[in-house]
């Protein structure tokens, strides 16, 4: 297994591929920065990295899924990711779920933070969106490759490296809260523009 596949890999066990439900579409905003080129993109699993990086020696990762056949809560789905990725590392922390709800759909959160990918000399930190969907489940996650560490959430960086990292991580948190959803024409939603639906699933 290549190294982005030791750690994508470990977020897709869970997954159970499928279509969108009729035309419901997730819909991920462009990435602050510079463009994200697709790795892979099966209908079912997209996964992206920045321009100039690629899918076998990433340092920053953009995934989705469409779960079928899932009956629990998004919650209950980020718990399974976040303890499924977190047995990949050798030092982990995990934060979350938290829960809430947006567009009346029920959503999740949480994040892992991975010191050391087990056999790898690296840690990984991912942060994760599952939304609910009509007869679906999408999760979507944001990762970072981070130098290994036994303090699983502090990896260790140079001062001005530590201020950037976590500057970050806080776009990532704003892009997975206010540029991914769902559009559905039976339920339309203002953020559901023309232009906002091409650049989902």
Same mark, same amino acid.
């Given at each position: ?68 056949? $899932? ?66 489940? $999408? ?63």
């Amino acid at each position: 297994m290549d190294k982005a596949g030791a750690i994508i890999g470990a977020v897709g066990l869970l997954a159970i591929a499928g279509a969108a439900h009729g035309a419901e579409r997730l819909v991920l905003g462009p990435y602050p920065g510079v463009p994200w080129i697709d790795v892979v993109d099966n209908g079912s699993v997209l996964e992206r990295v920045p321009q100039g990086q690629s899918g076998d020696d990433f340092q920053d990762v953009l995934t989705s899924q469409i779960v079928r056949d $899932y009956r629990g809560s998004p919650a209950s789905y980020i718990t399974q990711t976040l303890d499924q990725l977190g047995q990949t590392c050798e030092s982990v922390q995990i934060a979350g779920p938290t829960t809430g709800e947006e567009q009346g759909r029920q959503v999740a959160y949480g994040r892992v933070y991975c010191g050391r990918q087990k056999g790898q000399a690296f840690g990984i930190h991912f942060f994760f969106k599952a939304i609910e969907g009509a007869e679906v489940l $999408y999760l979507v996650g944001r990762g970072f490759r981070t130098p290994a560490s036994d303090h699983a959430g502090a990896p260790p960086l140079a001062e001005d490296k530590a201020i950037a990292f976590l500057q970050a991580e806080g776009v990532a948190t704003k892009y997975l809260t206010d540029q991914v959803y769902v559009c559905d024409p039976v339920f339309p939603d203002p953020k559901c523009t023309a232009e906002a639906v091409p650049t989902g699933r």
